[in-house]
């Protein structure tokens, strides 16, 4: 139990980042990280001794977020009386760039968004990345790379841009 303990408890406060900027609410966010760490801890059994925990941890938190995503998408969103209480706009120069910045994330995709989390914010290499995404290396190098054009030009308050579609040339 100890070998748990030294594994899982440095993943806690990525697990928790990328939930948070998954979810954009914490008290979800934290109960999601539980859900996480309850299944993991309950399935310790079924990981892989040669594989990294790090990942599998993510792999864990992506699938229940995106369930939970689904859920509410059909039920809708549940707002706390605290959170529909108005509040003072923000003074400080920081506070505006980091309100940009979370608005800008929410134009991307969710296959775009939850690439450039894990790439660029939990510092996950391009293959770990895939291998929580389950997807290939290169379709995580172009997300990335979609992505941080997209939220450039968000930020830069520019039209986002549209999909391109290829043509097949013969």
Request: hydrophobic share 45%; proline share 4%.
């Amino acid at each position: 139990m100890d070998d748990i303990g030294i594994l899982v408890g440095p993943l806690i406060p990525p697990l928790r980042r990328y939930a948070r900027a998954l979810l954009r609410d914490r008290a979800a966010a934290d109960d999601l990280v539980q859900d996480c760490l309850e299944r993991a801890l309950s399935r310790w059994h079924q990981r892989r001794a040669e594989g990294s925990t790090r990942t599998w941890l993510f792999t864990i938190l992506h699938n229940l977020a995106l369930n939970r995503m689904r859920t509410i998408a059909r039920r809708g969103p549940h707002v706390a009386v605290e959170d529909a209480m108005l509040v003072g706009p923000a003074n400080q120069e920081d506070a505006l760039r980091h309100r940009d910045l979370l608005r800008a994330l929410e134009t991307l995709t969710e296959e775009h968004r939850s690439v450039l989390l894990l790439v660029s914010v939990e510092d996950l290499s391009y293959a770990e990345t895939a291998k929580v995404l389950d997807i290939p290396v290169g379709t995580v190098m172009s997300r990335v790379s979609r992505a941080r054009e997209r939220l450039a030009a968000a930020l830069d308050g520019q039209p986002a841009m549209r999909e391109s579609h290829l043509r097949r040339v013969k």
